[in-house]
């Protein structure tokens, strides 16, 4: 559990030690990424830099991590089968957490705010990563829309449903986002729990609080939920279940 106010140790640490190191490593890796794209247009050597930024930076934070469940990444015909991957979103180090476990390629859709950031944007828009627009309805649906166009050539798309991280560390309602891609490329929806991130580095908070050995992170893949069949008007039940899931998953983990 994270302490509230942070102690002066605590903060120290953040400060001199952990800090630096992790947005060091961040600008490293994004100009190297930015770099690779110019002689890699599939993202696919982007995506392998980004798996080994996101594993330094949870080095960085002093935090173990933890992985569970590979065993119901869904698999067809002894291959693993495309799929929307979906989890709750807790921190500003979700992302390092999740690059760093997820074992195959996918894309994120996330906020086109993140897109007018420095390295991160660049990276993200270097990468062939999937912004969206809430704020603009026609911009969503075609958003939406290349996403689909994704999971139909093969990539999985991970997304928060949330729609933005939790200020309180509490599961929020969930957006349709995550049901409709599914639905519309009729591929499996897994949930994913993030458990431990939100202490490590809440919203509103430039220190972080690294996770313990026996209180690890841990990022949980719970049992895919099937969409064949499924239609458009069923995506508020399909969020609602994938909702469910999640916080079982949170509930079993923490």
Excluded: C
Aim: aromatic letters at 10%; a positive charge.
């Amino acid at each position: 559990m994270r302490p509230n106010p942070l102690p002066l140790a605590a903060r120290l640490r953040s400060n001199l030690l952990l800090a630096p190191p992790f947005f060091l490593s961040t600008a490293v890796f994004g100009t190297v990424s930015l770099a690779a794209s110019f002689f890699d247009k599939s993202g696919g050597l982007q995506h392998r830099i980004a798996r080994v930024w996101a594993r330094t930076s949870v080095f960085f934070s002093a935090s173990p991590l933890q992985v569970i469940g590979l065993e119901n990444i869904p698999i067809q015909n002894g291959e693993q089968q495309t799929a929307v991957y979906a989890a709750n979103h807790t921190s500003y180090m979700d992302t390092p957490v999740v690059f760093a476990s997820l074992p195959f390629q996918f894309r994120i859709l996330a906020k086109i705010e993140l897109w007018k950031l420095p390295f991160i944007g660049w990276y993200l828009d270097r990468s062939g990563q999937l912004p969206i627009d809430t704020a603009n309805p026609r911009s969503t649906v075609s958003s939406l829309g290349a996403a689909v166009k994704t999971l139909r050539n093969g990539l999985n798309v991970f997304v928060f449903p949330e729609g933005g991280r939790t200020p309180d560390g509490q599961l929020q309602s969930f957006l349709n986002g995550a049901s409709y891609l599914a639905i519309r490329a009729q591929v499996p929806l897994v949930p994913v729990a993030l458990v431990g991130v939100y202490h490590l580095l809440p919203i509103h908070t430039t220190h972080f609080y690294p996770a313990t050995r026996q209180r690890p992170l841990k990022l949980i893949f719970g049992k895919p939920i099937p969409t064949e069949g499924l239609t458009l008007r069923q995506a508020d039940q399909l969020s609602n279940q994938l909702r469910q899931a999640i916080g079982d998953l949170i509930e079993q983990n923490s």
